[in-house]
């Protein structure tokens, strides 16, 4: 079987199907499990929906708008739009393929006495004195921008299972970062 790829079909690929193995041609996406919040979940549902009803939509409209202009072989405005679909189509493969292997996190609640998955933390820097709050969460909803940092990620490995009062240090990039854990929620 030959596959002919065009630069932005491989850009797609690269980008939302990392998990493809290539032997000759494409055989499988890999089965992960994502974890999410209920929140986390909810985002992603809605960003799939608005793909499927609004952006296709509105990219069909542009690829039709741009065929009227006429020569599509040297059409730019065709050409953009058929790049966007390709990119809406493979977001949506992805949001598909995340959603079935779904696992959702439950609510924590006050008083827990560990972090898990789902918590909210408030530690302190103990080297720059600084309070940081964190929310414990899946790679696929984690946001550093919102303080939402990935359960894989170096400091929120090394949170999980603290519990309150505890100092520990964590290996990142730019160094060692030396933490207490002053609340989880």
């Known amino acids: 079987m030959v596959f002919t790829l065009t630069k932005i079909h491989t850009v797609v690929i690269i980008t939302y199907l990392k998990d493809i193995k290539v032997n000759g041609g494409f055989d499988l996406i890999q089965e992960k499990e994502v974890v999410l919040t209920k929140e986390g979940l909810l985002k992603l549902e809605l960003e ?7 952006k296709r939509r509105e ?3 542009r690829i039709k708008q741009a065929i009227e202009f006429g020569d599509i072989s040297e059409n730019s405005e065709f050409e953009d739009a058929k790049n966007e679909q390709a990119f809406v189509e493979g977001r949506i493969l992805t949001l598909e ?3 079935s292997n779904v696992k959702v996190i439950e609510d924590t609640g006050e008083g827990q ?3 898990i998955l789902g ?3 408030i530690l302190k820097d103990l080297d720059y004195d600084e309070t940081l709050e964190y929310t414990i969460v899946g790679a696929a909803e984690a946001n550093p921008v919102e303080n939402r940092i990935s359960y894989v990620s170096p400091v929120g490995a090394a949170i ?3 519990n309150k009062g505890d100092i ?3 290996q990142v990039p730019a160094g060692t970062v030396k933490f207490e854990l002053l609340e989880i929620r």
């Open 48 to 54: 799939q929906e608005t793909l499927k009803t609004v």
């Open 59 to 61: 990219v069909a409209e």
């Open 97 to 99: 393929k995340m959603l």
């Open 113 to 115: 006495s560990q972090v």
């Open 119 to 121: 918590s909210t933390v």
């Open 160 to 162: 999980l299972g603290r």
């Open 168 to 170: 520990f240090e964590v």
